[in-house]
C-alpha cells in the first residue's frame, strides 16, 4: 500500500488572496504548500493597471513569511477600459501573467467587469498577438437564465464566439462545474486550459441545500448536481494536460459569510492537498494527483515546472484547524465531510 507520496511542489492557478489583514492572515496558508498562485485582482478597487499590479505584488510579498520561497503571478482585471499597450507591457515586463474576464455582475467584486464584449475587442486582439492568457469567469448574469445553467449558457453564447473571433487567444476555463464545462475544454485544443476547484470535487448541490442551508459551501459558480461533480473528477483525475487546479481559495470572514445575503467563496487554502490526495485516492489516481497540482498547469501557462517537491504521507486521520483568525475575524476552514489520512510533511 501506497503510503508516501512525492509531487513536484504543487501551484495554484487561481487565488483570492484579497488584501490588508486577511491578506496577512492567508498569503502563509498557501506559500506553506504551493510554490506559485494566479493571484486574482477582484479587491475593491480591483488591479486595473500595471502599476495596481505592481504595487499588490509588493503587499503580497510583504506579508510572507521570512524566507518563504512563494511566487505571486499578478493578473489584471479586465474593464471596458483596460488600454491594450499598458497590458501588453505589463505582460512583456513578466509584471502580469494573465488577465481576468469578469462578466460584470458575476461574482464578488465584478461590478467593473465586462458588460459589453465588443469594448473589449482591441484588448483581446493585442493578448492573442502576445500570447498573454485571458482567465475566464464564465457565468453568463441574465436574470433570465436559472443560476445553474450560467456556465453552460455562458459557453455557448460567450466562451465559443470569443474564441471564434480571436485566434491564437490563450483561454483558462476557471473553476468549471459542469459536464458541458469538461466537454468543451477537452476539445478545445492546446489553447483552451480549465481550472477545477478543490471544493467542486467534494460538494453537490445538496451540500448547499439539502438539511438546513449551509452558507460555507456556498461559492460561485455555484456547485451543479451530483453528475456535474462526477465529471470533473473524471477530468481531474484523467491526466489530460486541459485540466489543472485552480483553488479558487475565496476567504470571507465568518461574519460576511452568515448573513441573509451572504458573500461567495469556500476557503481551501489550509487543506486543499490532504483533501486532493484522499480525492485522487478514492478514484485510484494517486498516480495522476502531480499531473494536476504540478505540471498540467505550469505547462499551458508556459512555465517550467517546479524543481522542489513535497511530500504527503499517509496516516490517522490529520487534524487542521476549523477556522482561522484574522485581524477581520474568523475565516472557516472548507469542511470535506470525510476524515483526512494524507498530509503534507514538514
Ligand atoms: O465563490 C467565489 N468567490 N467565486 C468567485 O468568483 C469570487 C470569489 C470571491 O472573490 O469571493
Ligand atoms: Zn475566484
Same mark, same amino acid.
Given at each position: ?9 504543487? @501551484?495554484? #492557478?487561481?487565488? %483570492?488572496?484579497?488584501? *490588508? ?7 502563509? /496558508?498557501?506559500? $506553506? %504548500? ?22 499588490? $505584488? @509588493?503587499?503580497?510579498? +510583504? ?31 513578466? !509584471?502580469?501573467? +494573465? ?34 492568457? !485571458? ?12 443560476? =445553474? @445553467?450560467?456556465?453552460?449558457?455562458? &459557453? ?30 477537452? /476539445? ?66 465568518? +461574519? ?18 490532504? &483533501?486532493?490526495? /484522499? ?20 505547462? =499551458? ?13 499517509? *496516516? ?5 484547524? @476549523?477556522?482561522?483568525?484574522? *485581524? ?5 476552514? =472548507? ?5 483526512? %489520512? #494524507?498530509?503534507?510533511?514538514?
Amino acid at each position: 500500500m501506497t503510503d508516501t507520496l512525492t509531487l513536484r511542489t504543487p @501551484d495554484d #492557478w487561481h487565488l %483570492h488572496l484579497r488584501d *490588508g489583514a486577511m491578506l496577512r492572515a492567508v498569503a502563509p /496558508e498557501t506559500a $506553506r %504548500h504551493f510554490a506559485r498562485a494566479i493571484i486574482m485582482p477582484n479587491l475593491v478597487p480591483p488591479v486595473v493597471t500595471a502599476a495596481d499590479a505592481a504595487a499588490y $505584488r @509588493d503587499r503580497i510579498m +510583504a506579508a510572507l513569511p521570512e524566507g518563504s520561497q512563494f511566487t505571486p503571478l499578478m493578473t489584471l482585471y479586465l474593464t471596458e477600459e483596460t488600454d491594450p499597450e499598458d497590458l501588453a507591457r505589463a505582460y512583456a515586463s513578466g !509584471l502580469i501573467t +494573465a488577465v481576468k474576464l469578469y462578466p460584470a455582475g458575476a461574482t464578488t467584486n465584478s461590478a467593473s467587469g465586462v458588460a459589453n464584449f465588443d469594448k473589449v475587442r482591441p484588448v483581446l486582439e493585442k493578448m492573442a498577438e502576445i500570447g498573454c492568457p !485571458l482567465c475566464v469567469h464564465g457565468e453568463v448574469v441574465d436574470s433570465d437564465i436559472d443560476i =445553474f @445553467d450560467r456556465e453552460a449558457v455562458f &459557453i455557448e453564447r460567450v466562451l465559443d464566439p470569443i474564441r471564434r473571433a480571436t485566434p491564437g487567444l490563450r483561454v483558462v476555463m476557471e473553476h468549471i462545474t459542469t459536464m458541458q464545462g469538461v466537454e468543451y475544454a477537452a /476539445e478545445g485544443g492546446p489553447e483552451l486550459g480549465a481550472t477545477i476547484t478543490t471544493h467542486h470535487l467534494v460538494i453537490n448541490r445538496n451540500h448547499i441545500l439539502a438539511g438546513g442551508i449551509k452558507p460555507h459551501y456556498y461559492c460561485l459558480p455555484v456547485a451543479k448536481r451530483e453528475e456535474h461533480r462526477l465529471a470533473l473528477r473524471r477530468a481531474a483525475a484523467s491526466g489530460d494536460p486541459t485540466f489543472f487546479l485552480g483553488t479558487d481559495s475565496a476567504p470571507h470572514t465568518d +461574519a460576511n459569510k452568515l448573513l441573509p445575503c451572504g458573500c461567495a467563496g469556500c476557503f481551501t487554502a489550509t487543506n486543499t492537498m490532504s &483533501i486532493l490526495a /484522499e480525492v485522487f485516492e478514492q478514484d485510484g489516481a494517486l498516480d495522476r494527483l502531480e499531473s494536476f497540482t504540478s505540471l498540467n498547469g505550469p505547462k =499551458f501557462y508556459g512555465l517550467p515546472a517546479n524543481e522542489s517537491t513535497i511530500t504527503l504521507t499517509k *496516516g490517522d486521520p490529520v487534524a487542521y484547524p @476549523d477556522h482561522i483568525d484574522t *485581524g477581520d475575524g474568523t475565516v472557516t476552514v =472548507f469542511d470535506p465531510m470525510m476524515p483526512l %489520512h #494524507w498530509q503534507v510533511a514538514d
